[in-house]
């Protein structure tokens, strides 16, 4: 098998001393040449540090930021902002093409590109860093209604706990246990007692959360009803007056979903 030192010690051994013996002395400009290169990589690299310090929109990028960039400017940004998180960079061609999909969308739209197992994804003029799948909870589970009762939820989206929340759902009305399972589309919530019933895809709107995030909420059901959604949301009508005591969900290790 041919390797990266395989290849270096065949030229050191067999081209090099024809190199030298033909042009002397090429062994110093190349050296030089080489500083040179390693120079200019590190004055691109703290350009690079100081536009991403700039950009920093909570762990995502500023989309308006990276666009008053020059495009060089906008490649080499992205390049070391996605290799500080430890990820391998998409070649320069896939790198150009994916500032030109998120700059070039329109504001309603979702523009991601995959390259092996990672993606960047735009929403809301912000640019994300995700896995090429986000994680979803891809089962329905059942979790009794106890004090010190929690819920895995697998992977990497964190264990529910129950824990003591004045006006929180009404333990006595509860069934023993609840189904903790993910969204299927048209699911509502009356989250004020008084307010009106809407849908969870609008509260999710309205909250911020990430679309590719949204099939990794936890919604709590008694039965047929939707009773909460992990700890963002509760249903009022399942919930005791306000301030009396009552049950929260608390999500240790959520995702980072808005």
Do not use: K
Not at 39 to 47: I, K, S, Y
Not at 248 to 255: D, E, H, L, S, V
């Amino acid at each position: 098998m041919t390797t990266r030192a395989s290849i270096s010690a065949y030229l050191r051994r067999h081209l090099w001393p024809v190199i030298e013996a033909r042009w002397p002395g090429a062994a110093i400009a190349v050296a030089r040449t080489a500083g040179h290169v390693a120079e200019a990589q590190g004055l691109l690299d703290r350009a690079a540090a100081q536009a991403v310090d700039l950009l920093r929109d909570g762990d995502a990028l500023s989309v308006a930021g990276l666009r008053a960039l020059s495009s060089p400017e906008q490649i080499n940004t992205l390049r070391y902002w996605i290799a500080a998180h430890a990820v391998p960079p998409p070649s320069t061609a896939r790198l150009a093409e994916a500032v030109r999909q998120i700059i070039a969308a329109d504001a309603d739209h979702l523009p991601a590109v995959i390259w092996g197992g990672h993606a960047l994804r735009r929403y809301r003029n912000r640019l994300f860093l995700t896995p090429a799948s986000p994680p979803a909870l891809n089962e329905h589970r059942e979790w009794p209604v106890a004090d010190d009762s929690s819920l895995d939820l697998g992977g990497e989206l964190g264990v529910l706990q129950w824990s003591p929340l004045p006006g929180g759902l009404d333990a006595a009305r509860l069934p023993d246990t609840l189904v903790v399972r993910r969204r299927r589309g048209g699911e509502t919530l009356r989250v004020h007692r008084h307010g009106r019933t809407q849908s969870l895809q609008h509260l999710c709107q309205s909250l911020g959360v990430l679309p590719w995030m949204r099939d990794a909420l936890p919604l709590l059901y008694a039965g047929c009803d939707l009773v909460a959604v992990g700890d963002l949301w509760q249903d009022a009508r399942w919930c005791v007056a306000t301030g009396a005591p009552g049950f929260g969900c608390t999500w240790r290790g959520a995702p980072i979903l808005v």
